[in-house]
């Protein structure tokens, strides 16, 4: 075993750092990896993907899929060959189970609804707690039948027919929208869902790419997505760019542990992903980017990163779709600057893979950072560079970002920080400990 996977699992402490620096190229897109694994086993035909994040959330949509039906096999690191079922799933013998992964259970629940199947869903102890009424209450209305333990799992679909809706969430969720799409997609008649607020457009984007026929209209912020079932799709080639939420913490370190300097390759630049790096520039981050390949038909970027004086800033509530998954990371970034920083309109952070927001306050107070909690927002009072004291433990509520976002605290405080748990951490980023130590970052567990 290697130090780093040593690492993915127990009790891990992060030591203060210096100077991080090194390279390393982005770990695989997990919302692009959901989605080629599902469009893939869905689409006629066969779907060849490189750069598949093989995490653990990721690899149980691959299982998922391929009890419904698909072939799925893996042909190298990251490479992978999906034979689909031009939309003809069969009904899984065994519940699927999807472990501690919100976007695969709300995507395949979308995707069992529209294709017809009798299935049952169950998920981890932190997944079993989360909201999918949000999911099964537009299916139902397309006419799905889903039964929930008081809206959550575990859930089972009856097979039924579908109709196509006209939808407008009341959170601003990619989940919600994909899963309403894709039951669109075998669905009778048109589906459209109006978004107030455009969350990431990876499923419409896809579904364009595995010869969906789906219209997108963006007006003030917002996107409606309109498509016509029954549709079928055709199997793609599919370079999964870089994942931005992932590369955040390796940033994140290197911008307030001093002396630092890093890079990280290919990391998807889209809109509706990088509400971080936004606000990281607004706080005088030192961010320096020069174009990546285009994957997946989405545009990517080097990202240097060098360690910098931050400041407070005011984070808009409608930057949150943006970066919902970032705010943790945000938090500790916040501890270290100086001035206040304001983050609003942050309550679907509370349903989470743990209440973030809860997560991240107490991930402050115990490393005696100055912040302020509120229903739906933080206000972090940065302490400055080297200014927040540390030495605290972090429970990590099965949350892998709380887990990484504790680590990387602990890398620019004044004394060392632990987390209580770090094996989620690989639901999302089995790499997150070989990349850190490959920048100098001192981690080590046997705690
Ligand atoms: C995701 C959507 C977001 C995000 C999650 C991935 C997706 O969830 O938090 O990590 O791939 O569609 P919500 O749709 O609940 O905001």
């Given at each position: 075993m290697t130090q780093a996977s040593a690492l993915l699992s127990g009790a891990v402490r992060a030591r203060p750092a210096t100077e991080l620096s090194g390279r390393f190229r982005a770990p695989g897109d997990k919302s692009i990896s959901h989605r080629s694994l599902i469009l893939g086993g869905l689409a006629r035909g066969e779907t060849r993907i490189s750069?598949?994040?093989?995490?653990e959330d990721v690899l149980n949509t691959g299982k998922a899929m391929a009890a419904l039906g698909a072939q799925v096999e893996r042909t190298g690191e990251g490479q992978w060959i999906v034979q689909g079922r031009a939309g003809e799933l069969n009904a899984p013998d065994q519940p699927l189970d999807c472990g501690n992964s919100g976007t695969g259970v709300r995507l395949l629940m979308g995707v069992v609804a529209g294709a017809g199947v009798d299935a049952e869903f169950v998920g981890d102890e932190s997944l079993s707690v989360r909201p999918m009424a949000r999911v099964t209450r537009p299916l139902s209305q397309m006419g799905a039948n889903f039964e929930t333990r008081d809206g959550c799992l575990p859930a089972k679909n009856r097979a039924s027919a579908l109709t196509g809706i006209t939808y407008a969430p009341p959170i601003a969720s990619a989940q919600v929208k994909s899963a309403i799409l894709l039951a669109g997609l075998g669905a009778n008649g048109i589906t459209r869902v109006e978004e107030a607020r455009a969350t990431r457009d990876h499923t419409e984007t896809m579904l364009t790419a595995f010869g969906g026929e789906i219209d997108v209209q963006r007006e003030n912020g917002g996107l409606i997505a309109t498509l016509k079932g029954p549709q079928i799709l055709t199997g793609q080639t599919v370079d999964v760019p870089g994942d931005p939420s992932s590369a955040a913490f390796a940033l994140v370190a290197a911008l307030t542990v001093p002396g630092s300097s890093i890079r990280i390759e290919n990391v998807m630049d889209n809109e509706a992903r990088i509400g971080l790096y936004t606000t990281l520039l607004e706080m005088g981050a030192d961010l320096r980017f020069e174009p990546g390949p285009v994957m997946a038909g989405e545009r990517t970027r080097h990202i240097e990163a060098r360690f910098s004086t931050l400041h407070g800033v005011e984070v808009p509530p409608e930057r949150a779709p943006s970066m919902i998954d970032e705010y943790p990371v945000l938090s500790v970034a916040a501890a270290s600057a100086e001035g206040e920083t304001r983050m609003m309109g942050?309550?679907?952070?509370?349903?989470?893979?743990?209440d973030r927001l809860a997560g991240s306050a107490d991930l402050l107070a115990a490393n005696s950072a100055r912040f302020e909690l509120l229903d739906d927002g933080l206000i972090v009072k940065g302490l400055g560079v080297g200014g927040v004291p540390g030495g605290g433990v972090v429970e990590?509520?099965?949350d892998h970002r709380l887990a990484m976002s504790g680590l990387v605290l602990g890398l620019a405080a004044q004394n060392p920080v632990t987390v209580d748990?770090?094996?989620?951490?690989?639901?999302?980023?089995?790499?997150f400990f070989a990349h850190m130590l490959a920048l100098g970052a001192p981690m080590e567990g046997g705690i």
């Open positions: 750069g598949l994040l093989e995490s942050l309550e679907e952070l509370r349903a989470k893979e743990s990590t509520r099965h748990e770090t094996v989620m951490i690989a639901t999302s980023y089995p790499d």
